[in-house]
């Protein structure tokens, strides 16, 4: 059984910065690609940033430059530095957790970030 479980997220005021987590476990593959997401209410789930195993990164233009993704290959964990928050970053921040040899993805259960004015 795959598990990805998400901390780290909670309420900071614009301008601060927060650091995410997500640790993915279960499986005896190592993880490939592993990204970030967030959805606001009412909105539809958008990529916050991915990475690879061998570390090329990609980032929404929103957060490029504010946000750093990085991972820990033996711990199969991916962290998101948040710096410069904006209130319009608030949103569930989802974990997504891709193995080179498993058919599907697998997603965390989110973690709440509000950023408030």
């Known amino acids: 059984q795959v598990q990805v479980v998400e901390s780290g997220g909670g309420l900071v005021q614009a301008g601060g910065s927060l650091r995410l987590s997500c640790a993915a476990s279960?499986?005896?593959?190592?993880?490939?690609?592993m990204g970030w997401y967030r959805q606001a209410p009412g909105k539809q789930r958008e990529l916050v940033a991915t990475?690879?195993?061998?570390?090329?990164?990609n980032y929404a233009d929103s957060v490029k430059v504010r946000f750093t993704i990085s991972r820990d290959n033996a711990k199969n964990t991916v962290y998101l530095q948040m710096n410069s928050l904006k209130p319009e970053d608030t949103a569930v921040y989802y974990c997504?957790?891709?193995?080179?040899?498993?058919?599907?993805?697998?997603w965390g259960q989110g973690t709440q970030v509000t950023v408030s004015s």
């Open positions: 279960g499986s005896i593959f190592r993880a490939n690609v």
């Open positions: 997504n957790v891709g193995f080179s040899h498993l058919p599907r993805t697998y």
């Open positions: 990475i690879t195993s061998i570390g090329s990164t």
